[in-house]
C-alpha cells in the first residue's frame, strides 16, 4: 500500500516525540518496549494502518536502535536522514523543542515522501560488525592518546615514575581488549559465507587490509546498500564535483566535505600505501605528477581507483589481479 502518514520522530537517549503530519497530532513516549506499545495504540487511535506509515528520524546512532528494530517485527516503514539535509530545508526558523523538532522533521518528511526509501532491515551480523569495529576504533583512540601521553611525560619524569607506568599498563590492557575484539570480529565474517567471501576477495587488493575490507562490508551492507562504486565514493566524500555557473564562475572539480570521515581516512591510508607497493598505482601516480597535477588531486584519483577494485572484485566474485605489464 502506498505510504499515507507521515511521522516525525524526534529521538533522545530516554524519549522519543512523535508528530503526526496530517492530523497534526503529538504523542511523546519513553524510549523503551513501553512507550513502543503505547506509540501503536496512539497509531490505532489515529485510524492509521502500518503499511500506510512512514516514520522519519534523524540519524542518532545507538539511540535509535531499539525502536528500529520494533518498526521492523510490526513492518512499520521508517527512513532515517541527516539533521543537516533537515535543518537546510527548513529555511529560516526561531526556538526549538523536542515537539517542534517532530514536527519539523515531520514537515520535511511530507514534503519528501515522494524520494524517500525505506530503511531495510539489517544483516544480523553486518549490525553485530557495525558495534564491534566502532568499539574497536574507539579504543584504538584511546591508546593512541595515552601513547602520546607517554612521550610528553618522558620528558619531564624517568621512564620508571609511576606516572609513566600506570600509562604502560594501560596501553598493555587497551592491546588485550583489541586483540578480544579483533578476534570475535574474524570469528564473525569467518561463520558467515557471504561476508567472508566478499572479506577474502577485497583483501585480494594491494593496500586493503583487514581493517579496510570490514568497513568497506559495513558501510555498504555488504555491497548491497549502493549499487554503484560512484554512489559510494560519494558517500565517503571522494568523488569529484563540477563546480562552474554561467560565464564567471570555472572553478576546478570538487570534493564534498560532507562525507563518512572514517571511511575516507581509511581509503586515504590505503591509496598512500598503494602508491608505495603498488606497481600499477605506483607508476599512474609518478607519471601524473610528472605532468604537474597535484598530490591531493592524484592521492584522490588513487582513492577512487582502489574503490572501483572493491566494487569490481565484489561483482565479479573473483580475486583481483595485478595487471602492471599491460598497463604500463
Known sequence: MKVQHIIGADLSKESIDLFFHRLQTHLKIENSSTGFRHMLKWLRDQKAHPSQIM??????????????V??????????????????RSLGLVRGKNDKIDAQRIARYGFEKRDVLVATSKPIRVIERLK????????????????ICAIRQYECIVKSSDLIIKSHFDLVKNFDKQIDKIEAEISTLITKDQTVNQNFQLLKTIKAVGKVTATAAIIKTGNFMQFTTARKFAC???????????????RGRTRISHLADKEMKTLLHQSAKCAIQYDKELKTFYERRIAMGKSKKSTINVVRNKILYRMFAVIKRQTPFIENHLQTA
Do not use: W
Not at 131 to 145: C, N, Q
Not at 243 to 249: A, D, L, P, Y
Open 55 to 68: 516514520i522519519v528520524m534523524e540519524h542518532t546512532g545507538l539511540y535509535s536502535y531499539q525502536i528500529e
Open 70 to 87: 520494533f518498526l521492523h517485527e510490526h513492518n512499520i516503514s521508517f527512513t532515517k536522514v541527516s539533521a543537516l539535509a533537515i535543518k
Open 131 to 146: 558495534m564491534l569495529h566502532s568499539t574497536r576504533d574507539r579504543l584504538v583512540r584511546h591508546r593512541a592518546s595515552l
Open 235 to 249: 558517500y565517503c566524500g571522494i568523488a569529484p564535483f563540477e563546480h562552474s555557473s554561467g560565464k564567471s564562475i
